[in-house]
C-alpha cells in the first residue's frame, strides 16, 4: 500500500451528507477533482481536455473519494474493502476512452489501499456534470462490523 497525503474531505455542493454507512455499507457521494475547493480542470474530455488531464482528473477525485472513507471508516480502520465505482466522465461528442480515463482513480485506489481498493466498476459518459467539472465518482465499501 503506496501512502499518498490525502486531502481534506470535501464538503457537500447541495443538501446531502458527503458519505453514509448503512448496515455495513458504505456510500460516497459524488466527488469531483476538487484541490483547496476549487475545480482542478473544467470542460469535457476529448474537447477542452486530453486523455491525459481526464485521467489526472480522475485521480484527484479519487484523493477526495479516499478523504471521505477515511472519515467515515476512523482512518481506514473500518473499512472492509471497495465494492463499486460508478465513473462520470463529461465527454465530447465521439469520445470514447471513458475506462482509460477512469483507470487514473481504480489505479489509485489498488495503489493506497491494495487488495481493499479492488473494486467493480462502470463508467458513463455525459454531456455535461454540476460545476462543469469532467469528473464525478460515486463510491459503494464494505464496512467491517
Do not use: W
Request: hydrophobic share 45%; aromatic share 8%.
Amino acid at each position: 500500500m503506496q501512502k499518498v497525503q490525502l486531502p481534506i474531505p470535501p464538503k457537500p455542493v447541495g443538501s446531502y451528507k458527503a458519505g453514509v454507512i448503512r448496515n455495513g455499507i458504505g456510500f460516497v457521494s459524488g466527488q469531483f477533482p476538487l484541490v483547496d475547493g476549487k475545480l482542478a480542470f473544467t470542460g469535457c474530455v476529448g474537447a477542452e481536455l486530453t486523455v491525459e488531464d481526464g485521467v489526472e482528473a480522475a485521480r484527484l477525485a479519487g484523493l477526495n473519494v479516499l478523504a471521505q472513507i477515511a472519515q467515515l471508516t476512523d482512518q481506514f480502520d473500518r473499512l472492509d474493502g471497495l465494492l463499486r465505482l460508478d465513473g462520470y466522465v463529461a465527454s465530447a461528442k465521439g469520445f470514447l476512452d471513458q475506462p482509460a480515463v477512469l483507470n487514473g482513480a481504480s489505479e489509485l485506489f489498488a495503489d493506497y489501499l491494495g487488495e481493499q481498493g479492488e473494486h467493480a466498476r462502470t463508467a458513463f459518459s455525459v454531456s455535461q456534470l454540476p460545476l462543469n467539472s469532467p469528473i464525478e465518482l460515486a463510491v459503494t465499501f464494505a464496512v467491517k462490523g
